[in-house]
């Protein structure tokens, strides 16, 4: 861990600190047996700027994918369609295979380290997916359009045939904005 990231996760630290504080400040101003309205100001004015910054972030991701879903409608209305015959694609299958670490108690983990046999400490994990091309001819001019679909090449495949034919959506002002529609796929 670099040292950027020590000050980041102690600058959090020290901010849920403040917001617990915050909190412990409400609630002893409000459980004494007359509301001491000195405490429960002192937490107000700590736990305020968090929830300010939280609803503020919140509708501002809103906001945000709110925007991004109406250009995308916007681009689906204005651009070209081409038909692709899914029967026509590549289809690539590939692995993935990641290592995670086991979740155990910490000393059984530690004499496997020790005994050496770390490797029970760990679990591989294999992901399958498929790389999907499709050549396309629009305006005179050949694109070669790839997807990645999260699926054994046999779904894919199913999914194609029961499917038989989608639509590309190419910008017509910029080819290299397109969108192929896989959406009969549950991703």
Not at 47 to 54: A, D, G, R, S
Not at 63 to 91: M, N, S, W
Request: proline residues 1%; aromatic residues 12%.
């Amino acid at each position: 861990m670099n040292i950027k990231e020590r000050l980041y996760n102690i600058g959090q630290n020290v901010l849920l600190g403040i917001l617990f504080f915050g909190v412990i400040c409400i609630i002893v101003g409000i459980k004494v047996s007359k509301n001491n309205w000195i405490f429960i100001s002192i937490g107000a004015v700590l736990v305020l700027p968090f929830l300010i910054y939280f609803f503020w972030l919140r509708n501002k991701a809103e906001d945000a994918t709110a925007q991004q879903e109406k250009e995308f409608q916007f681009f689906l209305k204005t651009a070209d369609r081409v038909h692709v015959v899914l029967d026509e694609a590549t289809i690539t299958e590939k692995k993935h295979t990641e290592v995670h670490e086991v979740t155990q108690d910490y000393r059984a983990a530690a004499l496997n380290e020790v005994s050496g046999n770390g490797h029970h400490n760990e679990e591989k994990v294999t992901y399958t997916y498929c790389v999907v091309s499709f050549t396309v001819v629009y305006k005179g001019k050949e694109f070669i359009v790839e997807d990645v679909i999260h699926k054994d090449e046999t779904s894919v495949r199913m999914h194609f045939y029961m499917q038989k034919i989608t639509t590309l959506y190419i910008n017509p002002n910029d080819t290299s904005k397109m969108y192929l529609d896989l959406t009969f796929i549950e991703k």
